[in-house]
């Protein structure tokens, strides 16, 4: 029911910066943990950031800690994530989906209930 749509990435060189954004409608944007994960080829989708429904709380995987920024604009049910010194490892399709509070944690991926269909980074040497 939730519909999400990701927009923003490209291809950029490595140190560049990029911001992506999600547009949410159809749900009670307000109220849902939100978060970004992202899956190149031949690997598994990995977790990235996370933030609360208040935008209050955030939360980072190791890899992208310090470089990466995620926040919400409620008013305008959109989620971004804000991509500084970016590297050839973060390459990869970049997803974002709704909590659906069903307690597995937010770092994983089953925990939630509605994705967008993502949108490309490919960062070059």
């Known amino acids: 029911q939730v519909h999400l749509v990701e927009s923003g990435g490209g291809l950029v060189q490595t140190g560049d910066s990029l911001r992506l954004s999600c547009a949410a409608s159809g749900g009670t944007f307000r109220t849902s943990a939100m978060g970004w994960f992202r899956q190149s080829p031949g690997k598994e989708r990995e977790f990235v950031a996370r933030?609360?429904?208040?935008?209050?709380?955030?939360d980072y995987a190791d890899s992208v800690k310090g470089r990466f920024t995620i926040s919400r604009d409620n008013a305008k049910n959109t989620v971004y994530l804000q991509m500084n010194s970016l590297k050839p490892e973060d390459t990869a399709v970049y997803s974002c989906?709704?909590?659906?509070?069903?307690?597995?944690?937010?770092?994983?991926?089953?925990?939630?209930?509605?994705w967008g269909q993502g949108t490309q980074v490919t960062v070059s040497s």
């Open positions: 989906a709704v909590s659906g509070g069903l307690g597995y944690g937010l770092r994983t991926a089953r925990e939630y209930v509605y």
């Open positions: 933030i609360s429904a208040s935008g209050r709380t955030t």
